[in-house]
């Protein structure tokens, strides 16, 4: 059992943090959002006033935040959490946010001699509720092997990516590369359909032959063909637009900084924008399928 503050208790932290008080851990929870943490104390929870409140003399602070504003404002400067915390606590930061915001929090954590860790997640809401979230971590090797631990208890895949902000890094990477086999993905089985091919029969063909990828193998956009697919369900999310839209803005900032020629990356982000102004932004992401269908 370990004594755990969790700031951020929306879609994503909400249930990862149901997961660590079913896991026996004691957990205080903070959210600017009063139902997010009365929702919480119901499960189990300690409610703190602030999150300076929620952190003291815990041994892990984790941190589900929207984008890395959030995430600076909450750690860095001389309000900020690591002017608090001692060497003792681990520190996770679960956020989809740039990799230069956490590296400049891995920095200043490191300084302060607090083990830091960027650990953003792969997998969504339900992944979040299951406790089969994949989290890829950038920081130390001591760090990684203490927030294994407690990982563990809301994840089944723990990667270890690099240093600060590699964590953010192998995300942007995978989102990118997510986006882009979801286009290919429907660009083929339009292509199939238009001439007369059953998209369900294509999809068996394509996974049995070298264009198989986990878009077609677990999330077909095609309608109808899987059946727990948002794509058979109007495209409920699952995985939103919005969410997509800005993964991509994120991955092609690492892309500018580093100088990286991804032009499939680029021609992905403009897809996604496009269909989230056409007012998709809160549908999944598979149903840029209506993108090639217009
Ligand atoms: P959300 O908007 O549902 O939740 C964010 C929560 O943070 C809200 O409850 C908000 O009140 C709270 N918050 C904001 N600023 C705060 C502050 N200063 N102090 C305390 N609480 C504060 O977002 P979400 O869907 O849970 O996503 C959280 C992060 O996870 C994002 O970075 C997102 O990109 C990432 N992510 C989301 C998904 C998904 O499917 N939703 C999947 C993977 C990663």
């Known amino acids: 059992m370990s004594l755990v503050a969790f700031i951020g208790l929306g879609n994503m932290g909400g249930p990862m943090a149901k997961n660590l008080i079913k896991a026996g851990h004691e957990v205080t929870v903070f959210d600017l959002m009063p139902a997010a943490c ?60 740039d990799a230069e915001t956490a590296r400049t929090v891995g920095e200043a954590a490191s300084a302060a001699g607090i083990g830091f860790m960027d650990s953003p997640v792969s997998g969504g809401v339900a992944a ?18 203490r927030a294994k631990i407690i990982l563990a208890d809301m994840g089944k895949n723990i990667f270890h990516a690099g240093p600060a902000g590699a964590g953010q890094v192998a995300k942007g990477c995978n989102n990118m590369l997510l986006a882009i ?24 063909i394509m996974l049995a032959s070298s264009g198989r990828n986990w878009s077609l193998e677990v999330y077909n956009p095609y309608p109808g063909v899987m059946e727990n ?35 499939m990356g680029k021609l992905a982000q403009s897809l996604y924008e496009q269909h989230q102004q056409k007012g998709n932004g809160q549908r999944d992401f598979s149903s840029i399928l209506e993108q090639m269908q217009d």
Do not use: W
């Not at 979040?128 to 092997?145: D, N, Q, V, Y």
């Open 128 to 145: 979040a509720a299951a406790g089969t979230l994949a989290f890829m971590c950038g920081g130390s090797a001591e760090a990684f092997a």
């Open 38 to 97: 009365a929702d919480l104390q119901q499960s189990g929870a300690a409610v703190a006033a602030s999150a300076a409140e929620a952190v003291a003399g815990k041994e892990y602070v984790i941190s589900m935040l929207p984008a890395g504003k959030h995430v600076a404002a909450t750690y860095l400067g001389d309000d900020g959490l690591l002017a608090r915390l001692d060497s003792s606590t681990t520190v996770l930061d679960c956020s989809t946010i």
């Open 181 to 204: 086999h979801m286009i290919g993905s429907c660009e083929a089985l339009e292509m199939g359909a238009r001439n007369g091919l059953d998209p369900a029969v294509l999809s068996e």
């Open 229 to 263: 697919a948002p794509a058979s369900n109007d495209y409920k999310p699952g995985f939103m637009v919005d969410l997509m839209a800005k993964d991509l803005g994120l991955a092609l900032g690492i892309a500018e900084q580093s100088g990286v020629d991804n032009r």
